[in-house]
């Protein structure tokens, strides 16, 4: 639906220049100069040091926030098939990934837009679509909640979908994901973490979408889709957000656990996996009317 692309386009660039950084944690150089004095800053935008991984960070004196990243995984594929003298060689670019994070209002308000290079490259065909993530967040008490707006990862797939793609310990996915998932939606999002006990702390999250999986072209069937998810850290949270990345690259002092459990329900769905593939399957009744099961 070219109107929902346009729409969150034109909310992210009316969004001030924004980032996640560190503030304070490493060196800065200004990279932007209004006419007055170098000693006046209050509108100039700091590029903090390059570290391998963290992509380009700006930040400015207001505390506004902008970081961009990307990734690129290569692949190479070799076969030999049975009575076929000759091997299957395969070279191309498995995937390709640009990323915008930023913040302004003092991190109330946060956004990201995350753009895919290599058209369809989790689906292996030209099927998928440019556009990833685009939402903006509003955080009025920090993680104690979150609001989302957009088009993100749902809270009700597997966990293996709450991890990015860079951060996977193998080169694919595991089989859940391809079967089940609906890897990002459109629609609402809450979520929220609170102690409990000494160490403990619970995350709740809940989503309403439109059922119909990413931004796509041409009708979208079926109602609205209801879900939530309720995890439970006993020992606390995970060192540099750990529990989103599939490898330790953390490196934990402790052991850390994360147990939850997640529930969804979409009010007349068009595909196998609830969400993803909208129009895949369209089931008619006896007047020859679109029917969708819940």
């Given at each position: 639906?070219?109107?929902?692309?346009?729409?969150?386009?034109?909310?992210?660039?009316?969004?001030?220049?924004?980032?996640?950084?560190?503030?304070?944690?490493?060196?800065?150089?200004?990279?932007?100069?209004s006419?007055?004095?170098?000693?006046?800053?209050?509108?100039?935008?700091?590029?903090?040091?390059?570290?391998?991984?963290?992509?380009?960070?700006?930040?400015?004196?207001?505390?506004?926030?902008?970081?961009?990243?990307?990734m690129?995984?290569?692949?190479?594929?070799?076969?030999?098939?049975?009575?076929?003298?000759?091997?299957?060689?395969?070279?191309r670019?498995?995937?390709?990934?640009?990323?915008?994070?930023?913040?302004?209002?003092?991190?109330?308000?946060r956004?990201?837009?995350?753009?895919?290079?290599?058209?369809?490259?989790?689906?292996?065909?030209?099927?998928?679509s440019?556009?990833?993530d685009?939402?903006?967040?509003?955080?009025?008490?920090?993680?104690?909640?979150?609001?989302?707006?957009?088009?993100?990862?749902?809270?009700?797939?597997?966990?293996?979908?709450?991890?990015?793609?860079?951060?996977?310990q193998?080169?694919e996915?595991?089989?859940?994901?391809?079967?089940?998932?609906?890897?990002?939606?459109?629609?609402?999002?809450?979520?929220?973490?609170?102690?409990?006990?000494?160490?403990?702390?619970?995350?709740?999250?809940?989503?309403?979408t439109?059922?119909?999986?990413p931004?796509?072209?041409?009708?979208?069937?079926g109602?609205?889709?209801?879900?939530?998810?309720?995890?439970?850290?006993?020992?606390?949270?995970?060192?540099?957000?750990?529990?989103?990345?599939?490898?330790?690259?953390?490196?934990?002092?402790?052991?850390?656990?994360?147990?939850?459990?997640?529930?969804?329900?979409?009010?007349?769905?068009?595909?196998?996996?609830?969400?993803?593939?909208?129009?895949?399957?369209?089931?008619?009744?006896?007047?020859?009317?679109?029917?969708?099961?819940?």
């Amino acid at each position: 639906m070219k109107k929902y692309l346009l729409f969150l386009i034109g909310l992210f660039l009316l969004l001030p220049v924004m980032a996640q950084t560190d503030e304070g944690s490493d060196d800065a150089e200004i990279v932007e100069a209004s006419d007055e004095s170098l000693s006046d800053i209050d509108n100039k935008v700091v590029l903090h040091r390059y570290k391998m991984g963290d992509g380009l960070r700006f930040t400015t004196q207001g505390g506004n926030k902008l970081t961009v990243s990307g990734m690129v995984q290569t692949s190479v594929e070799s076969r030999r098939f049975e009575d076929v003298d000759q091997m299957y060689n395969r070279f191309r670019v498995r995937r390709a990934r640009v990323r915008f994070d930023g913040s302004v209002y003092h991190d109330k308000l946060r956004f990201r837009l995350g753009l895919d290079l290599v058209k369809g490259s989790e689906t292996d065909d030209d099927s998928g679509s440019l556009l990833m993530d685009a939402y903006a967040a509003y955080r009025p008490w920090g993680s104690k909640l979150v609001i989302s707006f957009g088009q993100r990862s749902t809270p009700t797939d597997n966990y293996e979908l709450q991890m990015s793609s860079h951060t996977l310990q193998f080169g694919e996915r595991s089989k859940i994901t391809s079967a089940f998932s609906t890897i990002r939606e459109l629609g609402v999002f809450a979520e929220s973490s609170f102690r409990l006990g000494s160490k403990g702390l619970l995350r709740p999250s809940i989503a309403i979408t439109d059922g119909s999986g990413p931004i796509s072209e041409g009708k979208r069937y079926g109602g609205l889709k209801y879900g939530g998810r309720l995890n439970y850290l006993p020992f606390g949270a995970f060192r540099s957000m750990g529990g989103s990345r599939e490898g330790d690259m953390a490196y934990e002092l402790t052991p850390k656990l994360s147990v939850g459990v997640a529930y969804s329900y979409a009010d007349g769905t068009s595909d196998r996996r609830g969400g993803r593939s909208n129009g895949d399957i369209l089931y008619m009744n006896d007047r020859d009317e679109i029917d969708l099961p819940d």
